[in-house]
Nanobody, 116 residues
Framework: QLQLVESGGGLVQSGGSLRLSCAASGFSLDSYAIGWFRQAPGKEREGILCTSSSGGTTHYTDSVKGRFTISKDNAKNTVYLQMNSLNPEDTAVYYC?????????WGQGPLLTVSS
């Protein structure tokens, strides 16, 4: 089955850190551009960062720049979202996305709650 499986959501205190994982099953992430999106309660889904398939170019939205980073473990076919200095405004459901030409996959979206 071709899918992205996310893990790592939960409850974190303000100022804390958390890492989300996004593992690909049934396909290789090597040729896919990777994006992370989030949807806060009552708001539309927003893209927060995206990286090219080569990993050479990464774009961050201003609200997470300097706090969030993406990394990839090719051996595990997994990408990670490291989130530092979290604040309550980061509370959202977080989705990973893999996109290549006409193919796109979404993770199931774990919830991150940041308490003040």
């Amino acid at each position: 089955q071709l899918q992205l499986v996310e893990s790592g959501g939960g409850l974190v205190q303000s100022g804390g850190s958390l890492r989300l994982s996004c593992a690909a099953s049934g396909f290789s992430l090597d040729s896919y551009a990777i994006g992370w999106f989030r949807q806060a309660p009552g708001k539309e889904r927003e893209g927060i960062l995206c990286t090219s398939s080569s990993g050479g170019t990464t774009h961050y939205t201003d609200s997470v720049k300097g706090r969030f980073t993406i990394s990839k473990d090719n051996a595990k076919n997994t990408v990670y979202l490291q989130m530092n200095s979290l604040n309550p405004e980061d509370t959202a459901v977080y989705y990973c996305n893999a996109n290549s030409h006409s193919l796109t996959y979404w993770g199931q979206g774990p919830l991150l709650t940041v308490s003040s």
